[in-house]
């Protein structure tokens, strides 16, 4: 079963301070998607990585995909009050052909 | 581009009543749509996978008997509930796949639909 280990799994700052979130797995994925959701509301979509060592940059936020594949990270930068929400990963499996979703980052930005 | 509704957005019903939700690709044509279900404060678990004109195939655990889902065109699938319990109260979201002009995959997700069931 592939598994996508997210962390922290709750985060609170400062407006300002900077953050890096961690999605883990022991597969490998042939792209990885990063979301944040509302509550209430469907994720929505932020970024997608397809090559290992690939990085990319949103504005404030900098996404990074492992070498292997296997593992990326989500960077903010001078978090704001709006970037408060749950941050999801998602690995999508060449072979299983279906999205595996990691376990969340809730993040709190305090103004 | 790349809109995926649901209806309803917000459904309660009885205990033993069956619950239809619909969900469809407004601007493109999705060969396989994907149901999550989402209990409060954790994140997405996949229920199963739909693909046009076959059967869906379920991950493990979920009862195929208990969610019928059924993909009848290239932008529309539906989730059933059938005989709802309040234990199958939940956030229930779909999401459209295909595949993007840069051949990447990417999954546009609808907005959800909160069921209570009483």
């Known amino acids: 079963t592939q598994l996508l280990e997210q962390s922290p799994q709750f985060l609170s700052i400062q407006e300002g301070e900077n953050l890096t979130v961690y999605c883990n797995s022991s597969?490998?994925?042939?792209?990885l998607q990063w979301y944040r959701q509302e509550p209430g509301e469907g994720p929505v979509l932020l970024v997608t990585?397809?090559?290992?060592?690939e990085v990319k940059k949103l504005k404030r936020l900098t996404f990074q995909f492992g070498d292997a594949r296997k593992d990326s990270s989500l960077h903010i930068t001078a978090a704001q009050p709006g970037d408060t929400g749950l941050y999801l990963c998602?690995?999508?499996?060449?072979?299983?052909?279906?999205?595996?979703f990691g376990t969340g980052t809730r993040l709190k930005v305090l103004a | 581009g790349a809109v995926v509704s649901q209806h309803p957005s917000r459904v309660i019903c009885k205990s033993g009543t069956s619950v239809k939700i619909e969900c469809r690709s407004l601007?493109?044509?999705?060969?396989?749509m994907f149901w999550y279900r989402q209990f409060p404060k954790q994140s997405l678990m996949l229920m199963a996978t739909?693909?046009?004109?076959?059967?869906?195939?379920?991950e493990q655990g979920v009862e195929k008997d208990k969610f019928l889902i059924n993909h009848a065109s290239l932008t529309l699938s539906t989730l059933t509930v059938t005989s709802a319990h309040p234990e199958d109260s939940s956030f229930y979201i779909c999401?459209?796949?295909?595949?993007?002009?840069?051949?990447?995959?990417?999954?546009?997700f609808g907005p959800g639909t909160r069921l209570t069931v009483l």
């Open positions: 999401s459209a796949f295909t595949l993007t002009l840069n051949l990447s995959d990417e999954q546009f």
């Open positions: 990585v397809v090559t290992g060592g």
């Open positions: 998602a690995g999508f499996g060449s072979r299983t052909y279906k999205y595996i």
């Open positions: 597969s490998v994925f042939s792209s």
């Open positions: 601007d493109f044509q999705a060969t396989t």
């Open positions: 739909s693909n046009e004109g076959s059967k869906a195939t379920y």
